[in-house]
């Protein structure tokens, strides 16, 4: 069998005759022409060495596949991807209650089958709140580990290819829970979330609860007026006031280390506004504060410095068997890239937030809109606007779609570069050309910036 992992946790177990049998499938249905070649089969009992050279064969057959505008977003990939992950953790299909937090701490509670994927659990969530069908794709499910103060940290965004219910309760720790956030970082998009009652309490409660986390900074006076607003129920003029304060709408990760401006500093980690926001302690104990820009990264990469192949539901976030790193490549002056290396085990969880930043801004740029990403299923099929091809989170494989190219030449300072897949997780990964994350945002900047 080969370990197929997700954000450095094991998705399912897949034999040979499994992705052989998807083979076949996406060639019935699109033709030997488009789908890739497949590793052949052998009569004899493979040697090591044969074995190995299969392995890395099929990891660049599905890279491949997922590469592919049409194969990678087919429902026959991501259906074998979700049944896989099913029948790896042995969680058979029923009928099950599963509960979703809010960021109020109130939980909804959905009867859903586990064999529901991501976007199922977020209609079956959105329906019970009577949010409308126009504003679900303002927002996303997101796997959270409760810390002990009460608060969230956050693991990663739950993926079209995954059944929701498997992937929490396969992690076998009540720590870990689900829970609906907004999922756009443009503030300007709050104007449409607040047309509704449903979605103006949802920002307003998320609001509140980064307020009482410190996520937001408030000082007294800000404070004293928000009370007051919060008294008066005036949920709107609340978050107009929480829209001025500084890191409203960023993502607070946990304290980590980073070798910026040395090596070995603790930084806490806030992504929002286009941006990672680090608030650095130095050796000498002070405290210095500065923002990386994502149109000023060229590109990224994940990496892990062990195998990945811990227990049956591969290593959970904050355990120190696996070291994550998250390392941008950052335009520091006109002609200078440095390197910047973040090591968290929230690393994956940060690339997410990048990518999703890098998306907006391209949709944006050719003016397309985050209002039409999500349509009610049609014939049980999920209907999707362009817009959400572009703006949808990172695939499986990390690896840029194909249908980006248009919209890749609104930065010609970049060159695509792609990304790196399935990792084996008998081997500690090796950085090579496909470990990055091109950044179709990277605008660089002119003598006029320095």
Same mark, same amino acid.
């Given at each position: ?12 177990? =897949? ?18 022409? =488009? ?14 060495? @044969? ?34 992950? $099913? ?28 064999? /529901?994927?991501? @976007? ?91 307020? @009482?986390?410190?996520?937001?900074? =408030?000082?007294?006076? $800000? ?40 090596? &070995? ?19 000498? %104990? ?18 892990? !410095?062990?195998?990945?192949?811990? &227990?049956?539901?591969? !290593? ?5 068997? =696996? ?5 941008? %490549?950052?335009?520091? !002056?006109? /002609? ?9 085990? $929230? ?11 890098? /998306? ?28 959400? $091809? ?10 840029? /779609? ?49």
């Amino acid at each position: 069998a080969y370990n197929i992992h997700v954000n450095g946790v094991l998705h399912c177990r =897949v034999r040979y005759s499994q992705l052989l049998g998807l083979h076949e499938q996406l060639r019935k249905e699109y033709g030997a022409n =488009v789908v890739p070649a497949f590793p052949p089969k052998k009569i004899f009992t493979l040697t090591p060495a @044969e074995v190995e050279q299969r392995r890395e064969q099929l990891e660049k057959y599905m890279q491949a596949v997922r590469q592919d505008p049409t194969l990678g977003g087919s429902e026959t990939f991501n259906s074998f991807l979700r049944k896989a992950q $099913q029948e790896t953790q042995q969680i058979p299909t029923e009928e099950v209650l599963l509960e979703v937090l809010l960021s109020n701490g109130q939980k909804v509670k959905v009867t859903i089958l586990t064999s /529901d994927q991501t @976007e199922d659990v977020l209609e079956a969530v959105a329906s019970k709140l009577d949010l409308p069908d126009d504003l679900v794709g303002y927002f996303s499910l997101f796997l959270v580990r409760e810390t002990k103060d009460g608060a969230f940290s956050f693991v990663r965004k739950l993926q079209e290819f995954e059944l929701p219910y498997v992937s929490v309760t396969s992690l076998h720790n009540p720590e870990f829970q689900i829970i609906l956030r907004k999922s756009y970082w443009d503030s300007a998009y709050d104007d449409d979330v607040m047309e509704h009652r449903v979605g103006l309490n949802l920002l307003y409660a998320q609001t509140v609860s980064d307020i @009482e986390h410190g996520w937001i900074l =408030v000082n007294k006076e $800000q404070h004293r007026q928000l009370k007051s607003l919060q008294e008066k129920v005036s949920k709107k003029e609340f978050i107009r006031l929480a829209q001025t304060l500084k890191y409203y709408g960023y993502l607070k990760f946990d304290p980590c280390v980073t070798d910026f401006p040395e090596k &070995g500093c603790h930084v806490v980690v806030s992504a929002g506004n286009n941006e990672l926001n680090f608030q650095v302690r130095l050796p000498n %104990e002070q405290i210095k504060e500065g923002s990386f820009k994502v149109t000023r990264m060229r590109c990224w990469r994940v990496t892990s !410095s062990v195998p990945m192949n811990n &227990g049956p539901s591969g !290593s959970s976030p904050g355990k120190s068997e =696996v070291k994550l790193e998250l390392a941008f %490549e950052y335009l520091m !002056s006109k /002609d200078r890239l440095q390197w910047v290396t973040i090591t968290s085990p $929230q690393a994956i969880m940060l690339s997410i937030c990048l990518q999703s930043m890098v /998306d907006e801004l391209m949709v944006k740029k050719s003016g397309g809109s985050i209002r039409k990403m999500f349509r009610r299923r049609v014939n049980g099929a999920l209907r999707r606007s362009d817009s959400q $091809q572009a703006v949808k989170s990172p695939p499986l494989l990390d690896s840029p /779609d194909a249908s980006w190219e248009p919209m890749a030449k609104l930065s010609s300072k970049l060159t695509s570069v792609s990304l790196r897949g399935i990792s084996h997780s008998s081997s500690a990964n090796d950085v090579g050309a496909n470990d990055f994350h091109g950044n179709y945002a990277f605008e660089g900047i002119g003598d006029e910036d320095l």
